[in-house]
């Protein structure tokens, strides 16, 4: 028996995913005490497959912590399996001492958080690193959302150019410039602090081309502001096409991003998209390759088709 929970981080992809599998979600109770939030199921798990949709936007801890007691309520209720189904795991970023040799490792502290508990299986769309699959115990499944996010481009202009924002998005960059036929270039982007980055050069010819810019997220929108300008200086013109798997859109990304000339932003739903405010944004939907996920976990079929190929 497949069973599927919310937490409380995004209920309407939970609802997607519930559809799509043709079941009702199990009903948990959330409550929030004044020190503490207390996690209560509503009805027997006892012995179900059962797949917790938790992904962890914005504040990232209370929706992990969140994760933990669900999963934890379910393996004493009695579940069978429990699958960890976060489609956008926060703190993947931090994935080695970047800021130098006092900062901490957040992707792994992450891991062994959700290594430690009664966490069966995770799953997990575009991790910032690919690498990041590595530091769990946990078997994850890695998937990815790069054919959802072309097919929802669909044509896109003969003059167009797709850019990766940064050296990070290079690979990104090119399986997208190898679809859709298109030219590739790659900005040069140094990080600064966490909301300032600047962009010092680009690689490849840019002149009269239309940027289609794409990258693994969209956080305070500084990268794409950075890359916007630093293309427009190199000769880039007309309209920007934006296309990132997670948009967390932190406040300040709305007005970030707005006067850059983009016309069309697409990002996954890996979180609710709701209230983002950032206009001329297009939600691309994961409840149906997530429904399939969670089918062929529960039927023992391969999921080599949604795996990350990066
Ligand atoms: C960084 O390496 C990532 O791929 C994104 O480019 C970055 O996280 C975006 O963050 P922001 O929108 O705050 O610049």
Redesign the pocket.
């Known amino acids: 028996m497949v069973a599927l929970i919310s937490g409380g981080a995004h209920p309407a992809l939970a609802g997607a995913i519930a559809q799509r599998l043709g079941i009702e979600l199990t009903p948990v109770r959330l409550s929030h005490y004044p020190d503490a939030e207390v996690v209560r199921l509503e009805a027997s798990v006892r012995g179900a497959d059962l797949y917790l949709i938790q992904p962890t936007p914005p504040p990232p801890e209370a929706h992990l912590m969140e994760l933990l007691l669900l999963a934890d309520a379910a393996s004493r209720a009695g579940a069978a399996r429990i699958t960890a189904v976060v489609p956008y795991l926060g703190y993947s970023?931090q994935d080695r001492r970047a800021g130098g040799e006092r900062t901490a490792v957040g992707a792994r502290v992450v891991a062994n958080m959700l290594d430690s508990g009664a966490i069966d299986r995770i799953v997990t769309v575009d991790l910032?690193q690919p690498a990041v699959e590595g530091f769990f115990s946990t078997p994850v499944e890695h998937l990815e959302a790069f054919p959802l996010l072309l097919e929802a481009l669909g044509s896109v202009p003969a003059d167009s150019v797709v850019v990766a924002?940064?050296l990070?998005?290079a690979k990104l960059a090119d399986r997208f410039a190898s679809a859709l036929k298109l030219p590739m270039a790659a900005v040069h982007?140094t990080?600064l602090t966490?909301?300032e980055?600047v962009a010092t050069d680009i690689t490849g010819d840019v002149r009269g081309l239309r940027p289609v810019i794409v990258?693994?997220?969209?956080?305070?929108?500084?990268?794409?502001?950075?890359a916007v300008s630093a293309l427009r200086e190199a000769g880039a013109a007309g309209t920007v096409t934006v296309a990132?798997t997670h948009g967390?859109f932190?406040a300040d990304?709305p007005s970030l991003l707005s006067g850059l000339g983009i016309e069309r932003l697409l990002v996954t739903d890996s979180v609710p998209l709701e209230s983002s405010g950032v206009a001329h944004m297009e939600g691309v939907p994961l409840a149906t390759m997530l429904a399939d996920v969670i089918r062929g976990l529960h039927d023992g079929h391969s999921l080599e088709a949604y795996r990350s190929k990066r």
């Open positions: 970023r910032h924002p940064d990070g998005a982007k990080r966490g909301v980055v990258d693994d997220m969209i956080t305070t929108g500084s990268t794409v502001r950075a990132a967390i932190s990304a």
